[in-house]
């Protein structure tokens, strides 16, 4: 069955140093992987998209890398700032337009200063 | 331009009553998505509805969830009767449609809790 791991220990990191989250997935051929923002008692907020065809793709201080070989998303934030402490979903999705999203269980992510 | 709203924020309801969640997706967003996310597990699709017409119904767990947007706006999803593994949290979600990428955007989550 279809499989996605984030590390499920939250991560604490120093203000300033960059964030760096994973997500591997099994038993699936994503098109697109998305990452998202989680806040208490708050719905996702979409961050970034990555097709299966692109390596690398940034915004701002965030920058997301896709290897459809290993499987493997990476999820990185630089410059990190308490105001990034929230929990990190990546996600799933075969077509990137008007289909079911497939979510990672999240990182939650502590940025301390 | 409000975003996607869903009432109520909170549920607390007795095994084997009928809970119904109501979600206002984002004007005229033609996709609206049903997830939940039980306690320690990742969020997990539900249904999918373009306009009024259920495209994907996968992932309803069984028939004791209804989901309905009539009109094509807004959407209801009921259970009845409610057990105890329905506790979670239930998110709605809209999207635009058409072509190329398609960002969904969440609501706030409908908190229920089966006792």
């Known amino acids: 069955s279809q499989k996605i791991e984030q590390n499920s220990e939250a991560l604490n990191i120093q203000e300033g140093k960059t964030a760096t989250l994973t997500c591997n997935y099994t038993?699936?051929?994503?098109?697109?992987l998305q990452w998202y923002r989680q806040d208490p008692g708050r719905g996702p907020v979409f961050l970034l998209l990555i097709r299966e065809n692109e390596k690398e793709k940034r915004k701002e201080r965030l920058k997301v890398t896709f290897d459809t070989t290993l499987k493997q998303s990476l999820f990185h934030i630089t410059a990190s700032q308490p105001a990034d402490s929230a929990t990190y979903l990546c996600?799933?999705?075969?077509?990137?337009?008007?289909?079911?999203?497939?979510f990672g269980t999240g990182t939650q992510l502590k940025v301390e200063l | 331009e409000a975003g996607v709203t869903q009432f109520p924020s909170h549920s607390v309801i007795e095994k084997g009553q009928t809970v119904t969640l109501r979600c206002d997706p984002i004007?005229?967003?033609?996709?609206l998505y049903w997830y939940r996310r039980v306690m320690g597990k990742e969020i997990k699709f539900l249904l999918h509805f373009v306009k009024e017409s259920k495209q994907d119904e996968s992932g309803m767990p069984n028939n004791r969830f209804l989901a309905e947007r009539t009109g094509g706006t807004y959407s209801t999803l009921k259970v009845q009767p409610a057990e105890l593994e329905d506790s979670g949290v239930y998110f709605c979600a809209s999207s635009h449609g058409g072509a190329g990428t398609d960002t969904q955007y969440f609501g706030p989550g409908t908190r229920l809790t089966v006792l």
């Open positions: 996600a799933l999705d075969r077509t990137g337009g008007g289909n079911k999203l497939t």
């Open positions: 038993n699936y051929s994503p098109a697109y």
């Open positions: 004007s005229g967003h033609d996709n």
